[in-house]
């Protein structure tokens, strides 16, 4: 069993940073890949950013490459996002959540995740 609480949401103004973190609990936690997703206003849940079980390799959506950056501390047990240069386009509620990486639609890998490994998410604005 894993249980994932996020921080770091909030206000932010347009080209700014902030720092969201995934606090996970649960002892296979080491086993499953991690990543986060998003959710604007009157917008599906989409896929954001992934990173492997063992922290080796990151996935990002096209959107937020080279703008947001994944990792995971597997020794604190918490997965971390940067994101940088944010936009307008980027404000919603985020999720992390815990699964395994698979090829989409298009081939990119992204996060599959368990339909019980998900965060409560934490809000991110982001003022023009």
């Known amino acids: 069993q894993v249980q994932l609480v996020e921080s770091g949401g909030g206000l932010v103004q347009a080209g700014g940073s902030l720092r969201l973190s995934c606090a996970a609990s649960?002892?296979?936690?080491?086993?499953?890949?991690m990543g986060w997703f998003r959710q604007g206003p009157g917008m599906e849940r989409e896929f954001v950013a992934a990173?492997?079980?063992?922290?080796?390799?990151?996935y990002y959506a096209e959107s937020v490459k080279g703008r947001f950056t994944i990792s995971r501390d597997t020794a604190k047990n918490i997965m971390y996002l940067q994101m940088n240069s944010l936009i307008p386009e980027d404000m919603g509620v985020y999720y992390c959540?815990?699964?395994?990486?698979?090829?989409?639609?298009?081939?990119?890998?992204?996060?599959?995740?368990?339909?019980?490994?998900w965060g409560q998410g934490t809000q991110v604005t982001v003022s023009s």
């Open positions: 649960g002892r296979s936690f080491m086993s499953h890949a």
């Open positions: 959540a815990a699964g395994f990486l698979a090829r989409d639609s298009t081939g990119s890998i992204e996060l599959s995740p368990r339909d019980d490994y």
């Open positions: 990173v492997s079980s063992g922290g080796g390799s990151t």
